[in-house]
């Protein structure tokens, strides 16, 4: 058997190399981590009526897994669903009530302003004192020029009434009608041209002032209250408002030349 001679040519073995990285070995591993990390994605949400004092930002969000849901949730949803898609309406009692109410409202009020104490211009003028009377008692006297016709004579009725009834014991009242002749005399005496003309006269007959027409209840107010005090002179001695025309008078002769009317 031959004997293997060494080599001669001192040939060495080499092993195979490969040249490593001179990374550390943590950079290698979180290198390796960071390839094989799971990744999350932002998820958005759109809504329908995004609020303007909200910014949209994306936020993460859970993705829930749909579970059963109970019977009682089911009967929840579905209550408030019909509640809120059927309206209620009131009682049909209820509405009649406050119809019954509201018209007695209105009647009332209707009676109370037409019907103030039950006075009309007829009955002052019945209860009126008698001119010629008037004159002679010594007193202050109011003399109320007015015809049946008149609209603002029957509007300003129920406030001359309470005036009269607060100053008989020391005013006269007397109501004299354009439309009876016997009262000519005085209507050119007075220069009454619209009605109602208020004349107010002193103790001696004589003539303070007047006012004539649709005024506030003070003018002829204050002013029997100046002739009841026995003032030289009354507050409002010469105001005209909205009167009826005396020149549409109904001229007519009296049946009694001592009626007032």
Same mark, same amino acid.
């Given at each position: 058997m031959a004997r293997v001679a060494p080599n001669p040519l001192c040939l060495h073995r080499f092993r195979p190399y490969l040249q490593a990285s001179h990374s550390s070995p943590s950079l290698l591993k979180s290198t390796f981590h960071y390839q094989t990390k799971p990744r999350k994605?932002?998820?958005? @949400?759109?809504?329908?009526?995004?609020? @303007?004092?909200?910014?949209?930002?994306?936020? *993460?969000? *859970?993705?829930?897994?749909?579970g059963p849901v109970s019977d009682?949730?089911?009967?929840?949803d579905t209550g408030a669903s019909q509640d809120s898609g059927s309206p209620e309406f009131p009682n049909k009692d209820v509405n009649k009530r406050i119809a019954v109410v509201?018209?007695?409202?209105?009647?009332?009020?209707?009676l109370s302003s037409r019907l103030d104490f039950g006075v009309s211009l007829k009955d002052i003028s019945v209860a009126a004192l008698p001119y010629e009377e008037a004159l002679s008692n010594g007193k202050p006297t109011v003399v109320e020029f007015y015809a049946d016709w008149c609209e603002v004579c029957r509007e300003l009725a129920p406030d001359v009434y309470k005036v009269e009834q607060q100053y008989k014991d020391r005013v006269n009242f007397v109501?004299?009608?354009?439309?009876?002749?016997?009262?000519e005399q005085e209507l050119d005496e007075f220069g009454v041209e619209g009605i109602p003309h208020f004349a107010f006269l002193d103790r001696q007959g004589n003539e303070e002032g007047n006012v004539v027409g649709r005024l506030p209840r003070k003018y002829l107010l204050e002013n029997v209250e100046a002739l009841a005090r026995g003032e030289g002179s009354i507050p409002h001695a010469r105001v005209v408002g909205q009167y009826s025309n005396a020149e549409n008078r109904k001229v007519r002769s009296a049946v009694d030349p001592r009626s007032h009317g």
């Open positions: 994605f932002p998820t958005f @949400s759109c809504q329908t009526n995004p609020d @303007s004092s909200e910014t949209s930002t994306p936020t *993460e969000k *859970e993705v829930l897994e749909p009682d949730t089911k009967r929840e509201s018209l007695l409202a209105a009647a009332g009020l209707f109501m004299l009608n354009v439309d009876n002749t016997k009262w």
